[in-house]
Nanobody
Framework: QVQLVESGGGLVQAGGSLRLSCAASGSNFSISAMGWYRQAPGQQREMVAAITSGGSPNYADSAKGRFVSSRGNTKNTVYLQMDSLKPEDTAVYYC?????????????????WGQGTLVTVSS
């Protein structure tokens, strides 16, 4: 199995910054795309940023110009640098990965979610 562990959430004032990290662990797997989603109270989960192993990130309109997502050198980590945070960014942020489990002679696709990390932006 594959696990995703996020870190870096917390409380910050409006205009501040936070950097979220997500690392995948497990064995016999590879990851294609990774991304960040968020869910505010009473709201549906929404995509914030998504990035393939070799491509450029895609961002939600609300994140463009303020958030930057990147993959680590091992491609099993993903980061989300959040600047100019606003109170409306308050949410639980989830890491997501499209994983491929090696089960010879084939691969099995598995979508994996992290446990979430809370980001609170005070006004």
């Amino acid at each position: 199995q594959v696990q995703l562990v996020e870190s870096g959430g917390g409380l910050v004032q409006a205009g501040g910054s936070l950097r979220l990290s997500c690392a995948a662990s497990g064995s016999n797997f590879s990851i294609s795309a990774m991304g960040w989603y968020r869910q505010a109270p009473g709201q549906q989960r929404e995509m914030v940023a998504a990035i393939t192993s070799g491509g450029s990130p895609n961002y939600a309109d609300s994140a463009k110009g303020r958030f930057v997502s990147s993959r680590g050198n091992t491609k099993n980590t993903v980061y989300l640098q959040m600047d100019s945070l606003k109170p409306e960014d308050t949410a639980v942020y989830y890491c997501n990965a499209d994983t491929w489990l090696r089960e010879p002679p084939q691969y099995r696709y598995l979508e994996v979610w992290g446990q979430g990390t809370l980001v609170t932006v005070s006004s």
